[in-house]
């Protein structure tokens, strides 16, 4: 396991323990209730002392529940990987309208990129429309690898070859890298043409 995947692993591993343990009181609080657990009397009362709490303290725990639920709602949604739904490229021409599929129009990009010193892997989705265009890559490189230097290989030449290809002005890029165990040896990227930046990432 590498230093870049501890803390996220970390994070899910007490992300995890902390939902087995409310888990564990929701279970044990419905056992009670319900009598299935002999361990508490169901009518018992939850705190020490024979007056109920102020109405004040129930509302509090509800709005920390609630808080809590939308927490845990939103780190849920962040683990799904957001990619932007690729569709068809439509090209008019002298002769009529062309259709490119986007995974087409990135596969020599992805290609090119996993030549590159320290990645394992590349995928992207080509997204948006010719006026408004998005691309993003998910890169899986070895443990040693330089992600500086892969981004500025993809800034100076894979992204604004594609650019060129499908005739953009500008094409916004997103890079996510994902880093492995395996270490390899350290190579420089070949050196880009330095006049060919725009529409990096």
Known sequence: MSGHERPSRLNRALLA?????????????????FAVLDVLPPDGHLLPGDPAPPTWVWYATAACGVVLGLLAL????????????????????????????????????LAET????????????????????????VITTEQDAEPGAIRHALAARGVPRLRRALDLEDLPTTVEFRFTGEAGPRLGVPTADPTAQRGGG
């Open 74 to 109: 939103r780190w849920l949604v962040a683990q799904v990987i957001r990619e932007p739904k690729a569709h068809q490229w439509r090209f008019d021409t002298d002769t009529g309208r062309t259709g490119l599929a986007a995974s087409t129009a990135t596969a020599p990009l």
């Open 114 to 137: 996993e030549t590159y010193p320290g990645v394992l892997a590349a995928r992207g989705t080509l997204a948006g429309t010719r006026a408004n265009p998005a691309l993003a890559l």
């Open 17 to 33: 323990a902390t939902g087995l343990l409310l888990l564990a009181c929701a279970g044990f609080a419905l056992g009670t209730r």
